[in-house]
């Protein structure tokens, strides 16, 4: 089952895209990518790039395109950024005609792949499409050793557009967690209710490095700082 972002996606960018997160996580990573030889304009791609919250972060230091599963988003980041090359692509099975230098996927939207054959398909899609000594930098949703059930909890306060979440995070089965979004959305003076549940896949870090690696990847760091949501595997494929 594919988690879609249909009803989200009108909502998206007013509830999750905002400086406060996504300007400290993209500065961490370029840092990041800098420091393990990310060419100056390199051509990036950024995978499950949504609306391309991250995009006006990273469009003047780097040749960015995106990729995302959703139609939905996809339209609404091609609206933002007509300027930018989106695909519309799975990230367990896309091909491009590119190849890249830099591969990135953030705020644990590797996790919507849900499973572990899909996580390692996924990372060889990656691998295939990075040039000689290129990288790959991926934030886990979580892990099997870091997970709690939890609820968010949380309000966007926007003049036309007025937001309570709730989130219920729960273990549904051993390695799939379910997240039930609770969302009431006040607009042109009417509250709604906005109610879904996605599957997320719950990987072990064993299972992400080994995923990357037998894809070819080499790990060249394990970044756990708070500043990127999830922490970052960053691999690097061998050059030549
Ligand atoms: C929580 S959103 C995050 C979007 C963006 N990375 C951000 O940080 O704002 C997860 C995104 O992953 C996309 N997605 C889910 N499964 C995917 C898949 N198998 N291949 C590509 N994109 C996928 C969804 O369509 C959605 O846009």
Redesign the pocket.
Known sequence: M??D?KVISSY?DAL??NDREYAPEAAKVKELLARHGAPSRADLL??????G??IPYFKDDYHVSG????ED?LDLAREKFPDIRFHL????DFTLETEFDVMI?????IG??KTEDNLRASMKRIATHLRPNGLALITPWSTVEDFQDLIVVDAADNPDLKIARMEQVRLKEPKIVEVTFHHLLGKNNDVTYHKQSMEIGLFSREEYLSAMTDAGLKIVEEYTGTDVRGGAYIGKRAAG
């Open positions: 594919y988690s972002f998206y999750y895209v950024v995978l499950a790039c949504g609306t919250g991250h990729l995302d599963l959703s988003m692509g799975n990230l367990i996927c953030l705020y644990g939207s919507f792949v």
